[in-house]
């Protein structure tokens, strides 16, 4: 890893655990800074603002376990009904974990200050970007009817959220499902997804 790189990561480990145990406002950039080492020129000269390094410390875990489980089912060959049940139950395992609410629901918090909803938006969107790729070469190869692949991942994450994520983070629910009832609710939504997306017969 080269140097800016590890730094950057060193202020996003400090970020991330200062925001969750003391929360947005608690946390300075000063005390950040006076963790990790340097001034708070270096920090700025990695994140624009203390508002885009919330965001972005947030976000790290969520970005790196999607664009790893689309780049591997992509390059696994696997049919395209069995690769999105597997994304779908993995992302419904990695998205209900404790710790991935408890990060959702402080994102939430705080989507009013600052700008913080519309950079965390901006940066859905991109993570979105991976999944529509992939969806998009289902639809190339004809598994998909053709359509708006952007728009068909935004409901592909619409359907695999609603039965399990929504519950969790409105508190709703408060025990983290098990591993059959997340397969049992992938198979759902996914089965749902593939109704409104099956390829037109002529």
């Given at each position: 890893?080269?140097?800016?790189?590890?730094?950057?990561?060193?202020?996003?480990?400090?970020?991330?655990?200062?925001?969750?145990?003391?929360?947005?406002?608690?946390?300075?950039?000063?005390?950040?800074?006076?963790?990790?080492?340097?001034?708070?020129?270096?920090?700025?000269?990695?994140?624009?603002?203390?508002?885009?390094?919330?965001?972005?410390?947030?976000?790290?875990?969520?970005?790196?376990?999607?664009?790893?489980?689309?780049?591997?089912?992509?390059?696994?060959?696997?049919?395209?009904?069995?690769?999105?049940?597997?994304?779908?139950?993995?992302?419904?395992?990695?998205?209900?974990?404790?710790?991935?609410?408890?990060?959702?629901?402080?994102?939430?918090?705080?989507?009013?200050?600052?700008?913080?909803?519309?950079?965390?938006?901006?940066?859905?969107?991109?993570?979105?970007?991976?999944?529509?790729?992939?969806?998009?070469?289902?639809?190339?190869?004809?598994?998909?009817?053709?359509?708006?692949?952007?728009?068909?991942?935004?409901?592909?994450?619409?359907?695999?959220?609603?039965?399990?994520?929504?519950?969790?983070?409105?508190?709703?629910?408060?025990?983290?499902?098990?591993?059959q009832e997340i397969e049992l609710a992938a198979?759902?939504?996914?089965?749902?997804?593939?109704?409104?997306?099956?390829?037109?017969?002529?």
């Open positions: 890893m080269k140097k800016r790189d590890a730094k950057r990561q060193a202020i996003l480990d400090t970020a991330y655990r200062l925001f969750r145990t003391q929360g947005f406002d608690a946390t300075s950039i000063s005390e950040i800074t006076a963790l990790v080492g340097g001034s708070k020129a270096t920090i700025y000269s990695h994140f624009t603002s203390k508002e885009e390094l919330f965001v972005e410390c947030m976000t790290a875990a969520l970005e790196d376990y999607i664009t790893g489980a689309v780049a591997q089912l992509d390059a696994s060959g696997t049919d395209p009904e069995a690769a999105l049940r597997e994304f779908g139950a993995n992302i419904l395992n990695f998205g209900s974990s404790p710790d991935m609410v408890a990060v959702r629901r402080l994102i939430i918090a705080e989507a009013g200050r600052s700008g913080i909803g519309k950079l965390f938006f901006t940066k859905i969107v991109a993570l979105r970007t991976h999944v529509a790729e992939l969806l998009s070469k289902f639809m190339d190869s004809g598994a998909l009817r053709p359509d708006d692949a952007d728009f068909a991942a935004s409901q592909l994450r619409a359907l695999l959220e609603a039965e399990i994520l929504e519950p969790l983070l409105l508190n709703v629910r408060e025990n983290s499902p098990g591993q198979d759902r939504a996914v089965s749902a997804f593939l109704r409104a997306y099956a390829p037109t017969v002529r």
